[in-house]
């Protein structure tokens, strides 16, 4: 059996059982945190891990989530990161990653406000030509604020409507800075098959995520004690290119869970390259379309489309709401857009170094 098929088969089983891993898992759901539903392209919202741990030296995503648009005050979610790897060489067998991520959520007739900055570390170690592994920790601002007086209380009922003009005797809320803290892990094992005009990859990639390790106390006012919950994040993502052919199916599987809140999410892309690339060679950079479809467990149906061309890509998606609250938002779950610049491995081939 040749070195190729030995492999092939590794990389099944492995997908197999960790697949059934993860749909063992609790399938109940809820949210608390800010969420994508464009997973590979928020790398450092599932660990912090994933900082550095690409093909590439320097890699950014922009992105941009507008959620339940039906109603008056919807979710409105960006996010931009940077990170790239540091002393990467080809006899190096450990290196460094380095990832700054930038979230910004407003919602609410208050335009709550939530901020969060955080500087990503990792530390990456070859186990050999197809394993790598890598622990990360994060760490920076959690910060909140918002237009208050925007609120109406139960206090200003007048005995027909809301009136602004009474007083609430609400105590006034106030805005607030605090630290934020997270670990992360990951394991990748890669197989990649090179030809004089292709390459074919096979890569698989476990991760976990631990975030607001620190429960930053909500202050949002005197005598304030609640405590932002830790989030767990574990994730499979893949990248499966079908030797020989022009399709690449990228199944993804995550579980996310905070305090009682639990979310199941999982689906693939599959892509069709326009243009096949050499990563290997870095002769042909990729230009590829894809479609996508996954499921957030009772909540909603998202569809993607996606283009990469050389360097860039940008993604498209939509979320069907199908939980009960699609009778207030009409079914309308929320509109994403993506936007990432990878600097790929044909920049690092003409510099002679390695990016695994």
Same mark, same amino acid.
């Given at each position: 059996m040749?070195?190729?098929i030995?492999n092939?088969?590794k990389?099944?089983i492995?997908?197999l059982v960790?697949?059934?891993? &993860?749909m063992?898992?609790p *399938?109940?759901?809820n949210?608390?945190?800010?969420h994508?539903?464009?997973?590979?392209?928020?790398? +450092?919202l599932?660990?912090p891990a994933?900082?550095g741990?690409?093909?590439?030296y320097?890699?950014s995503n922009?992105?941009?989530r507008?959620?339940w648009p039906?109603?008056?005050?919807t979710?409105?979610t960006?996010?931009?990161?940077?990170?790239?790897?540091?002393f990467?060489?080809?006899? $190096?067998?450990?290196?460094?990653g380095l990832?700054?991520?930038?979230? /910004?959520?407003? %919602?609410?007739a %208050?335009?709550?406000?939530?901020t969060?900055?955080l500087?990503h570390l990792?530390?990456?170690?070859?186990? /050999?030509r197809?394993?790598?592994?890598s622990? #990360?920790?994060?760490?920076?601002?959690?910060?909140?604020n918002?237009?208050y007086?925007?609120?109406?209380? !139960?206090?200003q009922?007048?005995g027909? =409507?809301l009136d602004?003009? +009474?007083?609430s005797g609400?105590?006034?809320y106030?805005?607030?800075t605090?630290?934020d803290?997270?670990?992360g892990?990951?394991y990748? =094992?890669?197989?990649?098959s090179?030809?004089?005009?292709?390459?074919?990859?096979?890569s698989?990639?476990?991760?976990y995520?631990?975030?607001?390790l620190n429960?930053?106390?909500?202050d949002f006012?005197?005598?304030?004690?609640y405590e932002?919950?830790?989030?767990h994040?574990?994730s499979l993502t893949?990248?499966?290119?079908i030797?020989?052919?022009r399709?690449?199916?990228m199944p993804?599987?995550?579980?996310?869970?905070q305090n009682n &809140?639990?979310?199941?999410y999982f689906g693939?892309?599959?892509k069709?390259r326009?243009?096949?690339?050499?990563?290997?060679t870095?002769?042909r950079t990729?230009? !590829?379309?894809?479609? #996508?479809l996954?499921?957030?467990? $009772?909540?909603?149906?998202?569809?993607?489309a *996606?283009?990469?061309?050389?360097?860039?890509?940008c993604?498209?998606s939509?979320?069907?709401?199908?939980?009960s609250?699609?009778? !207030?938002?009409?079914?309308?779950?929320?509109?994403?857009?993506?936007?990432? =610049?990878?600097? +790929?491995a044909?920049?690092l081939?003409?510099?002679?170094k390695?990016?695994?």
């Open positions: 040749s070195f190729k030995i092939t088969l990389i099944k492995l997908a960790s697949v059934c891993c &993860f063992g898992m *399938t109940s759901l949210a608390q945190d800010i994508f539903s464009q997973v590979f392209e928020t790398p +450092l599932l660990s994933n900082a741990f690409f093909n590439g320097v890699r922009i992105n941009y507008n959620q039906a109603m008056n005050n979710f409105k960006m996010a931009l990161s940077v990170d790239g790897g540091l990467k060489t080809r006899t $190096r067998p450990a290196f460094m990832g700054l991520q930038i979230t /910004n959520d407003k %919602a609410g %208050a335009n709550l406000s939530t969060n900055i500087l990792n530390g990456l170690l070859k186990i /050999n197809h394993s790598v592994a622990v #990360g920790i994060a760490g920076g601002t959690w910060a909140m918002g237009d007086n925007n609120l109406l209380y !139960a206090s009922f007048n027909n =409507y602004p003009n +009474l007083i609400e105590i006034p106030r805005q607030f605090t630290v803290l997270s670990v892990a990951a990748e =094992y890669s197989f990649l090179t030809d004089q005009d292709h390459d074919d990859e096979i698989i990639r476990l991760a995520g631990g975030f607001h429960r930053p106390v909500q006012g005197v005598g304030s004690s932002m919950p830790v989030k994040v574990m893949s990248v499966l290119d030797i020989d052919t399709f690449t199916a993804a599987i995550i579980f996310q869970k &809140f639990q979310s199941l693939s892309i599959l069709y326009l243009r096949t690339g050499t990563k290997f870095g002769g990729q230009n !590829a379309f894809g479609l #996508g996954f499921y957030r467990n $009772r909540d909603a149906f998202v569809a993607k *996606t283009f990469d061309f050389g360097n860039y890509s993604g498209l939509y979320d069907l709401n199908v939980s609250y699609r009778v !207030a938002s009409n079914g309308l779950g929320g509109m994403e857009f993506s936007l990432r =610049y990878n600097m +790929l044909n920049s081939f003409a510099a002679r390695e990016y695994k």
